[in-house]
């Protein structure tokens, strides 16, 4: 490190903007926890990368306010309307082999959430992120820099950073180090931290191609994707409107960049001669793996730096928010001084089982994708092969995008900092989401009578939510209180609400999940604060 460069302080250092950066110094932010956002690019890379947002996302990012979902409905260049709808095509002037309409869940009587899935590409939300991050107080964000190197002792990180343009260097002084820098990650790396479940290693090729009559030379109706299998093309590409009316992006994984160029691909999915022009195209490497540890000291490891995976399912972006959020909290309890070691050491326990059960619902996915089938234009054969393997898709498929048992029902068990109060898990299948206020599970949307989500009416800190008129909770207050946990408590009187989380007394967390629930008072309140907030084990109940 060079010892003669100017030296900063800072809480928190965030190498990487990308979504999961972004998130992470945003919810810092607005926990009142200042941070440096490094990151050597001016903007978001050239491919779109992600293109659903799950509503679980959106609920999360709503805690800010709901003006980022709207303005990310703005910003969104297919529109709240384009329809849901996924196609199987040869060509896309070609034969249709099957169509999926609906394939995102689209809970549009918004029953589970006051979110919708959002069809927005990452290439689209960054820029609104970044803004939002360019505007919010006590976040020092310096675009054009990146992490070089640290090193930490037992009270603190010593970074350094460089600016890449002109070599400035920095040093920082932060109190946590979180390493949000991708798949590529120089702190997993300098950490030391090895991948494990490493897997299903891909080359991809993708990009963004131009085609202003494209559109009017589509055989189909409109689709977000048009998933293209033909026998000039060695696997499925992904061929979909990026920004109408000329924009459109593809994807082929399972390719030798070398052998088959971004023009080929398009021309072989296309199917007619048509004008376009490449106007971003690069390769990808597929992978799956989780980092072997997301901690090292005062060093955290989140989104692709942790937990890497095919875009099949959407978990990469989404999982990443869900990383920031969770452990955002967690970070700010601790720099405020109302939480212990064991909030820090429960981010891992609880995210990896998420990622572990998205790795797995990927690599199923990924073999769902498997369904290249030679003849499927062939004059004779063609018309047996489609319908073979339409009905193989309407079996497979669905469930890749309908995924709310997954994203809106992921749990944490055995976490250090949730009391579980012996009730059984509920089913956790991939398109079944069953909403309960068991510990560990996100809390259950409600519409309230005046017509807002009860999410709305949570505070920033933990929620108590006291369901009944008579129930008392005063211990649990006072608790909170004395060890300086921020408690919003929400009377509400209900039934519905008492039935849906069965129980009167339910503590949410900041990041919407119950930590602990039960009829009346605990005998002993600051006990279940202490564990809650991580300054004592469970050992003690
Ligand atoms: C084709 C494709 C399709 C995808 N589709 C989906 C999808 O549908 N849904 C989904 O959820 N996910 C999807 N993903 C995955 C998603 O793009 C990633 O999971 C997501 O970008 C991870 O966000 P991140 O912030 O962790 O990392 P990144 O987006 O990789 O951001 C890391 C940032 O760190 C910066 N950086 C790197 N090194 C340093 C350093 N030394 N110092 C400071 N900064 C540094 C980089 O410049 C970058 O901006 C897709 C990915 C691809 C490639």
Not at 116 to 125: D, E, G, K, N, V
Not at 386 to 400: M, V
Request: with cysteine.
């Amino acid at each position: 490190m060079s010892p003669a460069a100017p030296s900063t302080k800072v809480p928190v250092l965030i190498a990487g903007a990308g979504p999961v950066g972004l998130t992470l110094a945003l919810e810092l932010a607005w926990l009142g926890v200042a941070c440096m956002l490094v990151e050597p690019t001016e903007a978001s890379s050239g491919n779109p990368k992600a293109k659903t947002v799950h509503q679980r996302t959106l609920e999360l990012f709503r805690r800010w306010g709901r003006e980022l979902p709207a303005k990310l409905r703005a910003a969104a260049p297919l529109g709240a309307d384009f329809p849901s709808t996924i196609l199987y095509v040869t060509r896309l002037t070609g034969a249709l082999i099957m169509a999926l309409h609906n394939a995102t869940p689209a809970d549009s009587s918004h029953r589970l959430s006051p979110e919708r899935t959002m069809r927005i590409p990452q290439s689209f939300l960054e820029p609104v992120l970044r803004e939002e991050v360019r505007h919010t107080a006590g976040i020092d964000f310096r675009v054009g820099w990146k992490l070089e190197s640290f090193e930490q002792e037992s009270d603190e990180v010593r970074a350094e950073i460089v600016h890449t343009a002109s070599g400035e260097r920095q040093i920082i002084f932060a109190q946590y180090l979180a390493g949000c820098d991708g798949g590529r990650s120089t702190v997993r790396k300098q950490s030391g931290i090895g991948l494990t479940h490493l897997s299903d290693i891909k080359q991809a090729l993708g990009g963004v191609f131009h085609a202003p009559t494209l559109w009017s030379t589509l055989a189909f109706e409109k689709a977000f994707h048009y998933n293209v299998l033909n026998d000039d093309l060695p696997h499925l590409a992904v061929v979909g409107p990026l920004q109408p009316p000329d924009l459109w992006f593809f994807d082929l994984m399972g390719v030798d960049p070398s052998a088959l160029d971004a023009a080929e691909i398009v021309r072989k999915a296309v199917g007619r001669q048509i004008p376009f022009e490449i106007r971003h195209a690069a390769p990808w490497t597929v992978h799956n793996a989780l980092a072997e540890r997301y901690r090292a000291g005062r060093v955290f490891l989140l989104g692709d730096a942790a937990h890497l995976q095919s875009p099949s399912g959407g978990y990469g972006m989404n999982g990443g928010v869900g990383d920031a959020v969770n452990f955002a909290w967690k970070l700010a309890a601790v720099i405020q001084g109302w939480g212990g070691e064991a909030l820090l050491d429960s981010y891992e326990i609880e995210r990896r089982q998420f990622h572990e059960r998205a790795l797995a619902e990927t690599i199923q996915n990924s073999e769902d994708n498997e369904l290249v089938t030679r003849g499927l234009e062939d004059p004779i054969r063609g018309e047996d092969l489609r319908a073979a393997l339409g009905d193989r898709i309407q079996r497979t498929k669905p469930k890749n995008f309908q995924s709310l048992g997954i994203s809106l029902g992921y749990r944490y068990e055995n976490s250090p900092v949730i009391l579980a109060d012996g009730t059984p898990s509920t089913p956790y299948e991939t398109s079944r989401y069953v909403p309960t206020g068991r510990p560990g599970h996100r809390a259950p949307h409600v519409w309230l009578p005046d017509g807002t989500p009860l999410f709305d009416h949570f505070g920033q800190g933990l929620t108590l939510l006291a369901l009944g008129r008579e129930v008392k909770y005063s211990g649990l207050a006072q608790a909170a209180e004395a060890c300086g946990m921020p408690l919003t408590v929400l009377r509400r009187s209900e039934p519905e609400l008492r039935e849906l989380y069965q129980a009167s007394l339910v503590l949410v967390r900041p990041d919407q999940h119950v930590a602990w629930r039960a009829d009346v008072e605990p005998q002993d309140p600051g006990a279940v604060i202490d564990v809650l907030r991580g300054a004592a084990s469970q050992a003690i109940h």
